[in-house]
């Protein structure tokens, strides 16, 4: 059993900055990757970033030079920072592990509000 507890959410004026936090904890007896999606209302889920434990990181385009995503190996932790953030950066951000074993599995988080408003 693995659960993602996230953190961090909440209102940020345009240009402002927040960062946010997922804690895995469980079986995590392989390696594992992480990141972060969103999702806007009315809108399908989107991949933000996501991070190998080698430390090799990718960010949507959308984000690039405003968001870095981090890792803490030894705490299973996965870091999202958001800089100059925009209103269409609002929307639900959901914290994703997803396992480099033969199974492959997937694991969420509950999903943390952002809300970019002035």
């Known amino acids: 059993q693995v659960h993602l507890m996230e953190s961090g959410g909440g209102l940020v004026q345009p240009g402002g900055s927040l960062g946010l936090s997922c804690a895995a904890r469980?079986?995590?007896?392989?390696?594992?990757?992480m990141g972060w999606f969103r999702q806007a209302s009315g809108n399908e889920r989107e991949l933000v970033a996501f991070?190998?434990?080698?430390?090799?990181?990718a960010v949507g385009d959308a984000m690039k030079g405003r968001f870095t995503i981090a890792r803490d190996n030894a705490n299973n932790t996965v870091y999202l920072q958001m800089t100059n953030l925009k209103p269409e950066d609002t929307g639900v951000y959901y914290c994703?592990?997803?396992?480099?074993?033969?199974?492959?599995?997937?694991?969420w988080g509950q999903g943390t509000q952002v809300t970019v408003s002035s």
């Open positions: 469980g079986n995590l007896f392989a390696p594992f990757t």
């Open positions: 991070i190998l434990e080698s430390g090799t990181s």
């Open positions: 994703k592990l997803k396992m480099t074993d033969r199974d492959r599995t997937e694991y």
